[in-house]
């Protein structure tokens, strides 16, 4: 599986980005997929995930009402909707996906495979 993230850029504290993940290599819609994000000096940590079909979602409690995962899989493709944003937001973004699993994950090593990462900034 090959996961290409994009979306990421500088935005003001409360504005909005929306970043998009795409998969090859493996039928999308069979696998479970999940952001995660690393600040600066700090360890990788789970911002959401969402089941193979999309019917199930999950959150980190910092994210949860400001963040939206979706997913489509005609597409083969991925999506993280950010409202709200606080500069604590700033991280790089990576996609992932969890092969194993119909759902999502929160720990970082249930995934299989991740994205190269995208950088969201939010300035005060």
């Known amino acids: 599986v090959q996961l290409q993230a994009s979306g990421g850029g500088l935005v003001q504290a409360g504005g909005s980005l929306r970043l998009s993940c795409a998969a090859s290599?493996?039928?999308?819609?069979?696998?479970?997929m999940g952001w995660f994000r690393q600040a600066p000096g700090k360890e990788r940590e789970f911002v959401a995930a969402?089941?193979?079909?999309?019917?199930?979602?999950y959150y980190a409690d910092s994210v949860k009402g400001r963040f939206t995962i979706s997913r489509d899989n005609a597409k083969n493709t991925v999506y993280l909707q950010m409202n709200s944003l606080k500069p604590e937001d700033t991280a790089v973004y990576y996609c992932?996906?969890?092969?194993?699993?119909?759902?999502?994950?929160?720990?970082?090593?249930?995934?299989?495979?991740w994205g190269q990462g995208t950088l969201v900034t939010v300035s005060s």
């Open positions: 992932a996906a969890d092969i194993g699993s119909e759902y999502g994950q929160i720990l970082p090593y249930e995934y299989d495979y």
């Open positions: 290599g493996r039928t999308f819609s069979s696998y479970a």
């Open positions: 969402i089941s193979w079909s999309g019917g199930s979602t």
